[in-house]
């Protein structure tokens, strides 16, 4: 038998794209020889769907999608993913599931039984967990259906659940496990993923075909990998990261295994390529070309500034020079030496004339009290207002360039430097902003030596550093990755070495600041814990405040 | 045996505080002679506490105060929620539990077996379900302790749970029922709420202790109103809406019934009231005193104003009068008029010269193209920053005056007219922010009639009105709530007998204008579907878009 994995992009809510997209696939897996091709989770309508999944017109459309697709299974079967209608009173109304299509109709339908609603995930929110587990037979082949989640409660020992979806279904002696995911990347999962899938295979000796979809949904990026393993438990192929492909493979092939292709996992690259695709799927899918921010002469803008020209184009990459009174001499040369190194558009735009104007308006008011973050902000604002002012002008969506330190403890102003249509590193800390300068120059300097080795400042007032507020960033993330990806509190984290007061000032920072978070644009998530949809605290709350 | 009622304002992680609160009402119940005192659901660290629940030092921490509380159970018992860990290896690591404290002691703890997972509801993100069900003996009597949602499942007809909690506790007999609940408002919760517990007391007939907190968290309000229900079915007594208040009653009075003590139920008095409440507690429980917004003279931020000034007193509202060559003269008269009748702070501050100054900035840039929305934008944001500014300078919080209309369609300017620290009206729709202007002026003149009755312009070209780019408001209205609240798809609003284009339009501004409200303040929620934490839904997606 040989099978079709089509790691695809989808975009949610666009059936007619999707299965359009699909139906391409079907032909070049026949063409490729195929028996069956698999496509990832919640294919028809995208994953994932959130509150989209409560319009009754939208279920209707998904299985709509999933009839023209039965349609098109002539010499050839289909496992899909899409949400499908929870026939009993009871429980939710939806189930997720896998659909199988053969000879022009729906053979078999099997829903997912492990229900993330943890982190970005809120499965439970809509879907009905499987109380039913049952394979399909095709071409002589039992083939046990699961989704995603379902793999990763191997022997029960995921405290999460009670059920082990492919432990029900041994009694019925499969011969192959096909799996349909949208797992969302980070820096950990392909290795984590692998891992699962190996255990999976070796505890039932059978071979897994898992089909993982590709791109960018706002914040939240899916990398593809999709993975075949042989019975062993070798890795027979992984398919590439970030990118479409309809690769068909003979299992038998599969079962006799010693193929072993992995891609490359190496940290920083795995960020940086996945900015990439977050930034140019948010702006195709949302139909715009040109990005804006500011270059700064600062580290983060650099970053920002690279991955933008390499995900659209250097001809779609503009950029602003925006220079006060505080800025150094060698912030508006960096900046420019960067842009013209890119061969991105730029402009200096001086923010004097109107500070003055907003200083003249506020005077009045001012007068008598001394300058403190209040003026500080305006020149961040003035910038933001600035570009997105350019934005609204020539179409333009503006980046933003918060990294994750600063997000975290709140080292940005509101409607300034806080602005975007997409926050491009607040997953990054800064100290592996500085990672992803010394990955971008590796074969040749992109970003000056000098925007990489000043210190870092905000340049809102005379020879302002930002360790003057924030402790060294080497151990501010430090302590930052202890509160936020691993969820230690106070004592847990003192315990470990860092200075007390250090640690109860950061988390304090971090605590108060969730007002700034709530209003800051969607984050593209790269780390196993990203500020947003994942991450869910009260802005008014005392604990630790 | 005569039962208290503590109905409180909680803060959320602010555990000595939350405990000084219950020991006092603990000594005010047994003041009262009071057998039992009732506190709400997880009193001890606030509801809801979100993503806290995933640090260990928040739960020890609850459950400390938990044994405090224990101490002071001599003489009276109590009944508290709090979060409490589950010890088995398989599913959540932490229940939502009422414990029932006497003689010092823990006598007895009973587990939330329906877990919300919808609306702005997260609860199975973080809890295990009750499998257990057991009756308290305490002086003769069995108490059904329960904990909010485990009402919602009457007789199983509530699709979305399999178990009914008391149906479970029946073989036992209980005397009794108890619920601790933390029950967020919205302006129909109140009667669906006395429609359920009078149907649970008909069922089981047994008499109903209710304890709902009040208070605002963030952008949830909670209206307390509190219940005792006679086995009759009959409503004993409803505790006031939005203040603290501890009330004991003799169970045998109650089971005679025969009170009738109702709270009324108006839906825009209820609104007013909850928003006055909404913006108290967000001052309060961050510390602040002191809030500013910017007056137009339109009807939105004079509510506002309104609210302002009556949840904060008039000396702690502070308005800017921003007028543009745009505005029209009776504008800036009508937003100084309703200043003056408040008796709250106003400043005029034209922002003509701050606008110059940004079109000479980017004239370079601007020249030979039209004015267009990136010019209107240009004021709405220097209006915001201008508020900011003052904010930064003086410690107000700004507050956002946009209305759930607008919200929906995206009609206003991000980092514009969207800032502000808390959404005040962004779940009143326009046609009822009408109905609260009428409301407030229902005993004599306090927002200017002319303020009301001209027709809505964002007055940012010349003689723009709102409906020259949006349907009439009572239409626009309408489909929103249908597709909002309802979740009714563009057919069947249509099928209602809506102008097709008109639904296509409007549905449409909603998809599109995610992005903007990805990025606005928190919204005070007093309707069944808010903007906010309730309503997840992609920014990228091309579904009706």
């Known amino acids: 038998m040989k099978i079709a994995l089509a790691q695809l992009n989808f975009f949610v809510g666009d059936f007619d794209g999707n299965n359009s997209k699909m139906l391409a696939a079907v032909g070049e ?18 994953y994932p769907p959130r509150d989209f999944l409560e319009f009754d017109d939208f279920i209707r459309r998904s299985e709509r999608s999933v009839l023209k697709l039965a349609e098109a299974a002539q010499g050839i079967a289909i496992a899909v993913g899409s949400p499908s209608r929870n026939p009993v009173v009871q429980g939710k109304d939806l189930h997720n599931s896998a659909y199988f299509l053969e000879d022009g109709k729906i ?17 439970y929110r809509h879907f009905e967990p499987a109380k039913a587990f049952n394979v399909v037979e095709f071409k002589g082949k039992k083939i046990a259906l ?83 393993v042989s019975p062993d438990g070798s890795v027979f192929e992984e398919l590439p990261y970030w990118e479409e492909c309809v690769k068909t493979f003979d299992l038998e092939e599969v079962m006799r295994g010693g193929r072993n292709v992995e891609q490359p996992k190496e940290k920083i690259s795995l960020i940086h390529d996945a900015l990439i695709l977050g930034i140019r799927d948010y702006f195709s899918k949302l139909g715009f070309k040109q990005a804006i921010l500011g270059l700064s002469g600062g580290i983060d803008s650099a970053v920002v500034a690279v991955l933008a020209a390499r995900a659209l184009g250097e001809d779609n990459v503009r950029a602003l020079l925006m220079p006060s009174q505080f800025s150094s001499d060698h912030s508006v040369n960096d900046a420019r030496e960067l842009a013209v190194r890119l061969g991105i558009q730029y402009d200096i735009m001086p923010i004097e004339p109107v500070f003055d104007s907003y200083l003249t308006a506020l005077e009045p008011h001012f007068w008598g009290h001394p300058s403190n973050v209040a003026e500080e902000n305006i020149q961040a604002r003035i910038r933001g207002m600035l570009l997105m002012a ?49 990955f971008i120059n590796k074969d040749g300097i992109v970003i000056p030596e000098n925007t990489i080795i000043k210190p870092p400042s905000a340049e809102l007032r005379p020879n302002q550093k930002d ?26 984290i003192i315990r470990m070495g860092f200075d007390e007061a250090t640690v109860r000032r950061a988390l304090r920072l971090v605590n108060i600041n969730e007002f700034k978070r709530h209003q800051a644009p969607p984050v593209l998530r790269v780390s196993p814990k990203a500020f947003g949809v994942g991450r869910r605290l009260p802005i008014v709350g005392k604990y630790l405040s």
């Open 467 to 492: 360790s003057d507020s924030l402790p060294e960033y080497d151990i501010l993330d430090a302590i930052l990755y202890q509160y936020i990806e691993r969820r230690q509190g106070p004592h847990e």
């Open 146 to 228: 699961s989704i995603c989640e379902d793999l990763w409660n191997l022997g029960n020992e995921n405290p999460l659940y009670t059920v082990v979806p492919l432990d029900e279904m041994m009694p019925q002696r499969p011969d192959l496990i096909v799996n349909l995911s949208a797992s969302p990347f980070n820096y950990e999962h392909a290795k984590s993923r692998i891992h699962v899938l190996r255990a999976n295979v070796q505890r039932y000796r059978l071979p897994m075909i898992y089909v993982n979809q590709i791109g960018s949904q706002t914040d939240i990026i899916f990398d593809g990998g999709s993975l075949v």
């Open 29 to 46: 897996a026949k063409k490729q020889g195929a028996d069956l091709v698999v496509f990832p989770e919640l294919a028809t309508c995208g």
């Open 107 to 123: 053979k078999h339908v099997q829903h997912k039984a492990l229900l993330p609603t943890y982190d970005v995930f809120d499965e």
């Open 390 to 438: 350019i934005s609204n002008k020539f179409g333009n969506i503006l980046l933003n360039t918060t990294n994750k330190s600063e997000m975290a403890v709140g080292y940005g102003t509101l409607y300034g430097d806080m602005c975007g249509g997409l926050s491009v590193l607040a997953d990054v800390y800064k100290t592996e902003v500085f990672q992803l300068a010394h």
